[in-house]
């Protein structure tokens, strides 16, 4: 249960956050989200502004190595 809280809360609460923030912010974060960078890898066409399928599948990346990492240190820290 914590495992699927935490997936759904970094992909669609960040996206809600992101909303709150300033236009001229929000414009510029929208493109690292998980789910913004992770559509640019399978997006035919490109609009103007958006990652390159590189980047996207980079800022995934990123993303992933984040979560393992924080999991390795709080089984680390929790577990026996």
Same mark, same amino acid.
């Given at each position: 249960?914590? %495992?699927?809280?935490?997936? &759904?809360?970094?992909? &669609?609460?960040?996206?809600?956050?992101?909303?709150?923030?300033?236009?001229?912010?929000?414009?510029?974060? =929208?493109?690292?989200?998980?789910?913004? *960078?992770?559509?640019?890898? =399978?997006?035919?066409?490109?609009?103007?502004? %958006?990652?390159?399928?590189?980047?996207?599948?980079?800022?995934?990346?990123?993303?992933?190595?984040?979560?393992?990492?924080?999991?390795?240190?709080? =089984?680390?820290?929790?577990? *026996?």
């Amino acid at each position: 249960a914590g %495992a699927l809280s935490a997936f &759904f809360g970094t992909l &669609f609460a960040l996206t809600v956050v992101t909303d709150l923030l300033p236009t001229s912010w929000r414009n510029d974060v =929208i493109n690292y989200l998980p789910a913004n *960078a992770g559509s640019q890898i =399978i997006t035919v066409v490109h609009t103007s502004g %958006a990652l390159a399928p590189w980047t996207g599948l980079g800022v995934l990346a990123l993303y992933a190595v984040g979560a393992i990492t924080a999991a390795t240190v709080l =089984i680390t820290r929790r577990d *026996a």
